[in-house]
């Protein structure tokens, strides 16, 4: 916790280069300490547990000489309490999100099988390839979110970060769901068993996608200082959660527990919208965030309903941005720059 505090100095003065080296540093300590802990001195699970924590306290030790000048010994009432106004709804509200991370996994052990459970993962950890993107993103997204003093500037500069975050997301969903069989080769070529997690890789994939969305909605919360409510708003998608997959998975299996964390997530994005709306109005491009969406989303039908082979899959993919055009995604100052890239590389 001390270390975090210290590294989100430098997303906070958005210093990246500081912070990547910092995170770096960790891993590169963590590593080594590790495998001489476990090689050499044969220390096993021991040796893993303090290995990782001897990483991130060296440069937590290291960071706490370098930000000596700015550290001190002061107390403030009124920050703290300011402080306890925001955070204390954010926890009730990180167990919501926490239960419908992993509840699926748990209600597929007690309401299918160890097998199903095990698909199930291999599916969360191909979807998971948007966890990178999504992770890189709400690691700087605050901190230039907040950077932003005025909010009419605010306001349409999250507008347009919507957009393009959906469109990006949409776009790596497709491709993971539409790839999605030749990856569990990839990832288990052996093993027949676990290849039908491809079925399920695109629910969890588009889950993702509306996951980054609450992400954006929940910026005007927080820049708004009203985070009263955000626990309602998870806590009522964990409960979805929760039933959706006491119906669906004694049914369907994983592609029930699939579906419920989709619903869960679909519901958390609208639910964020909604309460983000009611305390900082932003106005998002919701006609193209629609497109977006909706172009990823019917693309994975279509290659789906068809079974398409991994050159049609491609061809697919390649086509996304072609489809936007044909809805008229691109305003038209990105169709000038896009023409303009085009024509100077021929």
């Known amino acids: 916790m001390n270390y975090e505090q210290l590294t989100s100095l430098f997303r906070v003065e958005e210093r990246s280069t500081a912070f990547v080296i910092a995170s770096l540093a960790n891993i590169l300590v963590t590593v080594a300490a590790t495998v001489l802990l476990v090689v050499v001195f044969d220390q096993g699970p021991l040796g893993v547990i303090v290995g990782n924590f001897t990483g991130t306290l060296v440069v937590y030790l290291a960071l706490l000489g370098y930000r000596r000048e700015q550290l001190g010994l002061q107390f ?10 925001f955070g204390w ?10 239960a419908t991370n992993f509840s699926d996994r748990f209600f597929l052990v007690k309401l299918s099988s160890v097998q199903e459970v095990g698909r199930y993962s291999l599916a969360v950890r ?5 966890v990178l993107l999504l992770t890189a993103f709400r690691t700087a997204w605050p901190a230039f979110a907040y950077s932003i003093e005025e909010d009419d500037e605010a306001r349409g500069t999250y507008g347009y970060v919507l957009t393009y975050l959906l469109f990006v ?16 080769r990839v990832l288990a070529p052996t093993n027949l068993d676990f290849w ?15 996951f980054a969305g609450y992400i954006v909605m929940a910026i005007g919360v927080g820049r708004a200082r009203r985070t009263q409510f955000n626990w309602v708003v998870t806590g009522i998608a964990a409960v979805l959660n929760v039933a959706l997959n006491l119906i669906l998975i004694p049914r369907y299996g994983m592609l029930g527990a699939a579906i419920a964390t989709a619903a869960a997530y679909a519901l958390m994005f609208v639910g964020m919208t909604l309460n983000a709306q009611s305390v900082f ?9 629609v497109t977006a969406t909706a172009a990823g989303v019917g693309l994975t039908l279509v290659g789906k309903a068809l079974d398409v082979s991994l050159p049609v899959a491609l ?10 055009a044909v809805f008229g995604f691109y305003l038209p100052a990105e169709r000038a720059r896009l023409r303009g890239l085009v024509f100077s590389r021929g």
């Open 196 to 210: 039908p997690a491809a079925r399920v890789v695109p629910e969890l994939a588009f889950a993702a996608v509306a």
């Open 315 to 324: 061809l697919l993919i390649g086509v996304y941005p072609l489809v936007l």
């Open 126 to 130: 191909i979807a998971s390839a948007m």
């Open 281 to 289: 109005r932003v106005p998002y491009q919701w006609r193209r965030v």
């Open 169 to 184: 997301c949409s776009w790596i969903a497709l491709a993971l769901s539409l790839l999605a069989p030749w990856l569990v």
């Open 76 to 85: 403030d009432r009124d920050l703290l309490r300011q402080m306890n106004r």
């Open 89 to 98: 709804p954010l926890v009730p509200s990180a167990l919501a999100l926490w």
